[in-house]
DNA sequence: CGAGCGATTGAAAAGACTCAACCACCGTGG
DNA sequence: CCACGGTGGTTGAGTCTTTTCAATCGCTCG
């Protein structure tokens, strides 16, 4: 169970923290940043931000998931990223001054730390390695996202679900991987039913196990041959 | 026709520069980057990087295109970006320190300017809005490139078609648009037939106009409204 | 003038989606 | 404690879009 204490998290002892772009930090900079940041515990499904609002600071994410998805035009939703304990969301928009072109939203109860705009953006100027690591980290998700959109244009829905199994692996340490068809049909790219049956397909090959909605990987190596380079 | 002297090309009054990235860099700044640029002529269809090479630098596009894209499992391209005059492109595997995980090709002749990374990294350090330029366009991308996931995904390739004619209006200024059906169809991200039997479709609505490989929008509320949001 | 590549067309097959119905689990309130 | 209602999960059938494969056409370059 999480702790709910939304006074609990600091900065100085927090393990997502550490290893993650903030991890660089001086001691000055974390009592700073301790002084300055608010922390709030999250329900299941509730948002961070919504498309084309405009972007007041960063998240931290100490425990617990969250997707960072855009609507489509009839409204259905298409998962981007699944952000776990130590990724920081919502500072693209920060940067470039336009509104976000996607929302996000807890998967799961999480406690998620708020640093302010002006806040985050003093760092940066004063911080070589933050700034270096910020884009660092936006040219890696440039690249992910490349490949991103090449597997959606050439790979079959089977091909692409092995392949957001291996990452969703990734992101449910430990698994199982807990999350709704829904959802994981609107990261793969495909329709619920198509993911059901391919779901089941996959089942009685061997290579998963479900349990309800919580699912765990037998066979990674047929999964990797299945999603292809 | 094309200038082929690659002497030609000063930053000083280079068109390209003024309305770029590059266009915030006071008068000793262009000057010390003219000292470093070299500038080469390309004919078309001629490689700037490859997928899996180190970046060694940056390249600035004076005159003609470039298209960026990533290799499937087939080989089948995925053109994921067509820079046009101005735009800088190479830059992102620069930052991460991975080898490209996209290539760039001219798909006509072009004038190409090339900073070395050390050049270009130190202007960077020193000068803040060019830092804040590239943070800027990094999240632009980052940004253009979720919807693009989302388009990609949730669009029938009609609408996909619409919607990257519009995008090809800009890059072609002035039309007509010049691209090879399978640049076209890689970029859409479908088949070559399946593009070809759609670009009939869209010439039967009075859509566009086709002359060869020359494409013209006749009706661009029209692709509009079938491209949607 | 001929070779070759890009463009085009047709026909058939496959993959994925939609729609509709049904099931199963879970929390609620009687 | 159990019936009820609701949400999310599952299945089946039919349809449609898109792809694939094969063949033809036509321009351009040597």
Redesign the interface.
């Known amino acids: 169970m999480l702790d709910k204490s939304h006074k609990h998290v600091t900065c100085s002892t927090c393990m997502s923290r550490s290893s993650s772009l903030l991890g660089g930090l001086c001691s000055d900079e974390v009592t700073n940043l301790e002084d300055h940041k608010t922390c709030n515990y999250y329900k299941k499904s509730q948002s961070l931000f919504l498309e084309g609002s405009f972007p007041r600071g960063v998240f931290c994410i100490n425990q617990g998931k969250v997707k960072v998805f855009?609507?489509?035009?009839?409204g259905?939703e298409?998962i981007?990223h699944i952000a776990k304990e130590g990724e920081m969301v919502g500072f693209?928009?920060?940067?470039?001054?336009?509104p976000y072109?996607?929302a996000a939203e807890t998967l799961e109860e999480s406690n998620i730390c708020f640093i302010a705009k002006d806040d985050f953006l003093n760092m940066m100027d004063t911080n070589v390695t933050l700034?270096?690591g910020?884009?660092?980290e936006?040219?890696?998700?440039?690249?992910d996202?490349?490949?991103?959109?090449?597997?959606?244009?050439?790979?079959s829905v089977r091909e692409r679900l092995a392949f957001a199994l291996i990452l969703l692996k990734g992101v449910y340490e430990p698994e199982p991987i807990n999350l709704s068809r829904e959802d994981m049909a609107n990261f793969v790219?495909t329709a619920t039913e198509t993911l059901i049956r391919l779901l089941k397909d996959f089942k009685e090959e061997g290579i998963i196990e479900v349990h309800t909605r919580k699912l765990t990987i037998l066979n990674l190596d047929k999964l990797v041959s299945i999603a292809?380079?």
Not at 92 to 98: H, I, L, N, V
Not at 145 to 155: D, E, G, L, P
Request: positive net charge; aromatic residues 4%.
């Open positions: 855009k609507r489509g035009d009839e259905k298409q981007i693209r928009a920060m940067f470039s001054g336009d072109n996607v700034r270096n910020i884009i660092k936006l040219s890696k998700e440039l690249s996202r490349a490949s991103f959109i090449t597997n959606m244009a050439q790979k790219g292809g380079k």
